[in-house]
Structure formats: C-alpha cells, structure tokens
C-alpha cells in the first residue's frame, strides 16, 4: 500500500533519495540517537512470524523478554552494553537504566536472551529473563 506524503515530506523524500548509501546509514544513525529508535526493531518483528508458521504455538514458548532488574555498583558498564545491545542514544540508554526495573529486549529467543544476560551480568547487572 502506499504511503501519501504532504508536500514538505515529499520533497524531504526526494531529497533523500539522492544520498549516497554511507549519507543514508548516518541519516539512520541520527534518528535511532535523537529519537531513541531502532531501525532494526521493525525488521526482526517482521522477521519473527515468517519462521514459524507450521509451529506457530512452539514460537510464543521461545519468545522471552530480558529484564533489567538494577544496574549494580558499577552502572557506567551496564550503561554502555545496554547502549551496545539497544542502539539507544546515552540519554535514552541512562533514563532506561535509572528507571530499572526495565525491558531491555523484548520478544526475542531464548538464546538471544541469555547471551544479552551473560552480557549485562558481566557488567555488574541484575537481568531477569522472562
């Protein structure tokens, strides 16, 4: 289905179709930073129903959220992997850590979760894995 656009993202449109594809990676970058977005989140939520169509009740099983449950004494380590693992901005990834207990990742597989609690662990973190 296409999207109408107004006027001004129209032309904000077609001036980003002339970047070159490093001008566009660091436009991307941009917006995850000011915005505290990600724009891999759509695509492995996307991704995420395509896999498991014939086992589709085996998939909810396997679909965990990992939690932070408090950032310990040594927070400035839990800060930087919870930015490395999200792709938030610092101020997101700070107000994120402070307002513990706090989703990290949600909807992911249990492999992928305990990887990111090894991680957070290693840092001085307390995760839950749900």
């Not at 032309?11 to 970058?29: D, M, N, P, S």
């Not at 009740?57 to 310990?72: M, Q």
């Not at 693992?85 to 107000?95: M, P, R």
Request: overall charge negative.
């Amino acid at each position: 289905m296409p999207v109408e656009l107004d006027d001004k993202t129209s032309k904000i449109f077609e001036e980003i179709k002339t970047l070159t594809f490093l001008q566009t990676a660091h436009l991307v970058k941009a917006f995850e930073d000011e915005f505290g977005i990600s724009a891999a989140a759509p695509v492995a939520v996307a991704a995420a129903p395509t896999g498991g169509g014939a086992a589709g009740g085996e998939e909810e099983v396997t679909d965990v959220s990992v939690i932070l449950e408090s950032a310990g004494d040594n927070k400035i380590n839990v800060l930087k992997e919870v930015r490395a693992i999200t792709g938030l901005g610092l101020k997101e990834a700070k107000d994120l850590v402070d307002a513990a207990p706090k989703p990290i990742k949600e909807g992911i597989k249990k492999e992928e979760a305990q990887q990111i609690k090894e991680k957070l662990e290693a840092a001085g973190a307390t995760i839950k894995i749900q």
